[in-house]
């Protein structure tokens, strides 16, 4: 086990790595999944039609595919997922403004697989609001945005946070995949370097590489129940 | 009910006659009645071991064009393939009767000391840090690391073009040259791209994400050889990769047999002939044997 000891720094900086993707790719996937769940409940049919086919085409296909398309499709396509280099973001999170693109690839397979999982367990989350709230709304006169923002949506989250927290510990963990794609440094892809290159044993190092990713998973699991439980007695 | 009884009691007894066959086995092989392949070797060596079960495990990639590739028949193919079969050859085993499993780098040490792999020829580069696991016979090849660059690209000369840190290159993850190439990269995070396969670098290479993809040379003249006119290398090799052949740690006598048998193959011109079958169409320049090290 002494390779968690002397290879501590190739841990911590894979860790740090992960967590930043892991808070991108959240943060992206929670913006595209409401935007894609709201279109799915939106009276404008080509709208609900788009967001069903989202849902439907990245809910449906392997990770590891979608994953494909963005390393090796984007490139085809002739972007390098230069959008995301956003002015501000790249001073925090150096990677996402470097060159190399594979460290903003894994934030858009991530961001939009995840998305689909967002999207069904927040409109879940709609269906749970009454249809009376929704009805009285509209019987104020608001307009089907504003029902949304100060009605429908508030309250879906309450409903949601649960199922939602669930899709991001697995997304937590469908980030190991990153290393195969190209971005260097992250935590299962240090794993990897530390055994074949350095030769060091596989056993103890994964079992490093699992407590990086507990440490992320496990505090997260503890706040949900602790919403979970402060929910059930706002109840 | 009855069924299922009458289930246990075959069971039972195809077990019984199973242990009883391969107690038979012991038994036979003990008394040297199978055909050795009239070789014959000192008793209690790994050599009488392999050469009375008349079967040998080698471990080589299945990946690695030249080296070792499992083709459509399922059998692996290349250099390292051969130089196992010359091994075997003179342990008195037939081709027919060897097994292959496939090492990937991560795994190779481990396939050795558990005994899965009797011997492991995988592009395995001798060092000092896997000696401490494991044995190696050889070197029978020097490979060297090089740098493949589009054919057009002038502006990479060898490794030290990376220092300025505006070019990018690609490796595999967990590998030697990967290592190899971090001491001239100005900035590890913005330079360095690694995949699990050597195939998503050329992908990466052909669409621009990277310059330069670098590795052993065998490796990539195996890449400029299948896209004809597209890439080149840029310079000469920088590092001297000698190539061993893993078995168990502490195992002297078959360490000396193997590196007997290469330079035997050496001369004799199975080496060179080897060579010519398999790494050599991507390669004409036929190696000269490397002198084995016996440390």
């Not at chain 1, 055994?195 to 990713?213: D, M, N, Q």
Request: hydrophobic share 45%; charged share 20%; with cysteine.
């Amino acid at each position: 086990m002494s390779v968690l000891v002397d290879h501590f720094d190739v841990f911590a900086s894979g860790l740090w790595l992960t967590f930043q993707l892991c808070l991108l790719s959240a943060i992206g996937a929670l913006i595209l999944g409401t935007v894609a769940a709201v279109m799915r409940i939106s009276p404008i049919p080509p709208l609900r039609w788009v967001g069903t086919a989202y849902v439907t085409v990245f809910r449906n296909c392997p990770l590891t595919i979608v994953w494909f398309f963005a390393a090796f499709g984007l490139p085809a396509l002739g972007s390098n997922a230069d959008f995301l280099r956003i002015p501000g973001l790249t001073s925090v999170f150096s990677r996402l403004g470097v060159d190399i693109p594979y460290f903003r690839f894994a934030i858009v397979a991530l961001s939009v697989y995840t998305g689909a999982f967002v999207c069904e367990a927040i409109r879940s989350g709609i269906n749970a609001v009454p249809t009376g709230q929704a009805e009285a709304a509209r019987a104020i006169g608001l307009t089907f945005t504003q029902n949304l923002r100060h009605v429908v949506l508030p309250q879906a989250w309450k409903a949601a946070i649960v199922p939602l927290g669930s899709v991001i510990i697995a997304m937590i963990k469908n980030s190991a995949l990153a290393g195969f794609f190209g971005l260097v440094g992250e935590l299962s892809n240090s794993g990897v370097n530390l055994t074949s290159a350095l030769g060091e044993p596989i056993i103890p190092v994964f079992i490093g590489v699992s407590i990086g990713f507990l440490i992320m998973t496990v505090p997260l699991g503890l706040l949900l129940d602790h919403l979970e439980r402060r929910r059930a007695v706002a109840r | 009910m009855r069924i299922t009884r009458m289930t246990a009691i075959a069971a039972a007894a195809v077990l019984t006659l199973g242990v009883a066959a391969c107690g038979g086995d012991d038994d036979s092989g003990d008394a040297g009645s199978t055909d050795t392949g009239s070789k014959t070797f000192e008793a209690g060596t790994t050599m009488e071991r392999l050469n009375k079960a008349q079967k040998i495990v080698i471990g080589t990639k299945f990946d690695q064009p030249g080296f070792g590739l499992k083709g459509l028949d399922g059998k692996p193919a290349g250099f390292d393939v051969e130089i196992g079969k010359i091994v075997a050859d003179e342990l008195g085993i037939p081709e027919d009767k060897i097994e292959y499993i496939e090492t990937p780098s991560a795994v190779r040490e481990e396939k050795i000391e558990k005994g899965e792999a009797d011997i492991v020829v995988a592009t395995y580069t001798i060092n000092d840090k896997r000696k401490e696991r494991i044995d190696f016979a050889g070197p029978y090849y020097v490979a060297g690391q090089n740098i493949l660059v589009k054919a057009d690209d002038t502006s990479i000369t060898g490794p030290d073009s990376f220092k300025a840190g505006d070019k990018k290159v690609c490796s595999v993850q967990g590998s030697t040259p990967a290592a190899n190439i971090e001491q001239y990269l100005a900035n590890k995070g913005s330079q360095l791209v690694l995949f699990d396969v050597y195939t998503k670098c050329i992908d990466a290479l052909n669409s621009g994400q990277v310059n330069a993809v670098t590795t052993d040379n065998v490796i990539l003249l195996g890449f400029i050889a299948r896209n004809e006119g597209k890439f080149k290398l840029a310079g000469e090799n920088f590092t001297e990769e000698p190539y061993g052949i893993g078995l168990k740690k502490g195992d002297t006598a078959f360490r000396t047999f193997i590196n007997d048998t290469l330079e035997k193959a050496y001369s004799d011109g199975r080496y060179e002939g080897a060579w010519k079958d398999t790494a050599g169409k991507f390669d004409d320049q036929v190696p000269t044997g490397p002198a084995v090290n016996r440390y």
